[in-house]
């Protein structure tokens, strides 16, 4: 066959030419494997230039999904009997919308599993989900031009891998549908890490499995290939395991080049936190942004404005917290429910409230002066919300400026 892999618009972030479709150049691999030919493409015309005439593929986020809609009926209006697939996230958390909006085929799993059969079935089709070290290593020659993309570790040309899938807690606000975390095997980790150095010249990776330090003995190990190989990286970590694990393995992280780190603090006060089930304590956030920065490792905070029972207090230890802590960079988003979390499956338990807003209005990350609020607590108001949020970016701005 010959596939057409298309990128849905993200015109929510500030920049959409930083991250590369990691998730479809790794389903390209696969279908190239089997032997298709395939292409990545940010419109469905530019398929048909290619020669598609027949099957599609996409796998958007949630408020990726009106662009997907779009693209699906301009693919139809062309033909109707060209097959369309949507996988990802969007579609596993909302599988029946995606049918009933007219997708041939909605696909659940591991996408690495996908086949020609697949494309010519109907309806939601369950993918197996196998040991992740049977899956091709992920076809950045599928893009037109990988290093167009661009993002910064240290100073170097950077991009993307993972060597993990899935997160093990359950944080009330995660839509994130895989509990049982599968890992890559070091060895297969290493020669991805070759590959992007020695075939596109890639010396700084983001690492972007959900929590990079889950198990310590193997952080330790990937931490001596990224050494070996002079690769300067980031990852994302959690404060609790940072403790846990030791200073031990956070000078090892530093010394093997890991120049920054992304904890999902998501709030200041303790009573925000046991709310949505975050399973840690601020003590333990503080300790390990201390054992961080003591490394050199620059620490990047991420907080969530408007979670169930958020109200001016709680936004003022927020504010506090970032006042006293010394972060070196810090995101401040708007909660946004999404459909397959606990608050979302169990919203009468919470103290939130949201109304029905567009898909591709309900993002969580944005531009700034451009979020949508839709969420509002006892304690707050959409609205009120929306300026804690602005006000808070702007006074860590104003600090660090």
């Known amino acids: 066959m010959k596939v057409c892999l ?29 032997g298709h030919d395939v292409t990545i493409a940010d419109d469905p015309e530019a398929g048909m230039r290619w020669g598609i005439t027949n099957y599609f593929a996409m796998g958007p986020t949630t408020p990726q999904y009106a662009d997907a809609v779009s693209m699906l009926r301009r693919i139809k209006r062309r033909d109707k009997d060209n097959r369309v697939v949507i996988g990802g996230p969007h579609a596993t958390a909302n599988a029946m ?7 041939d085929v909605v696909v659940l799993g591991d996408g690495e599993n996908i086949t020609a059969e697949t494309f010519r079935t109907a309806g939601v089709v369950e993918l197996a989900r196998r040991p992740l070290d049977r899956y091709p290593i992920a076809d950045r020659s599928l893009v037109e031009d990988i290093r167009a993309y661009r993002y910064e570790i240290g100073g170097r040309l950077a991009t993307t891998i993972v060597t993990s899938r899935g997160c093990p807690y359950r944080c009330g606000f995660c839509a994130n549908t895989e509990r049982q975390v599968r890992f890559y095997g070091v060895d297969r980790i290493e020669r991805e890490i070759v590959y992007l150095k020695e075939r596109w010249g890639y010396n700084a990776l983001m690492l972007f499995d959900d929590v990079f330090i889950l ?29 846990r694990h030791g200073q031990g393995l956070v000078d090892v992280m530093a010394e093997s080049g890991c120049a920054e780190v992304a ?15 975050k399973g840690e304590r601020l003590e333990s956030i503080l300790s390990a942004i201390g054992m961080l920065r003591q490394a050199g490792i620059r620490v990047k905070g991420l907080f969530i404005v408007g979670l169930p029972g958020e109200d001016h207090t709680s936004i003022g230890q927020t504010r506090q917290f970032v006042e006293e802590v010394a972060l070196d960079d810090a995101d401040f988003t708007v909660y946004q429910p999404y459909r397959g979390s606990p608050i979302w499956n169990d919203r009468d338990k919470y103290d939130i409230h949201w109304d029905d807003v567009p898909a591709d209005q309900r993002f969580y990350k944005g531009r700034p002066g ?25 006074s860590f701005r104003n600090e660090h400026s």
Not at 97 to 103: A, K
Not at 263 to 277: C, M, N, P, T
């Open 6 to 34: 298309l990128t849905c618009s993200a015109p929510f972030l500030i920049d959409e030419m930083v991250f590369p479709p990691l998730g479809l150049m790794t389903v390209g691999a696969a279908l190239r494997v089997q």
């Open 97 to 103: 919308e995606c049918v009933f909006d007219g997708f």
């Open 215 to 243: 198990n310590r003995e193997r952080a330790l190990q990937i931490c001596a290939v990224l050494k070996r190989h002079g690769i300067v990286w980031r990852c994302f970590v959690r404060g609790d395991l940072v403790v």
């Open 263 to 277: 904890i999902g603090i998501e709030s200041g006060s303790e009573r925000i936190l046991k709310i949505i089930h």
């Open 370 to 394: 451009q979020y949508q609020c839709a969420v509002s607590t006892s304690g707050l108001t959409a609205e009120e919300i929306l300026r804690a949020r602005d006000s808070l970016e702007r």
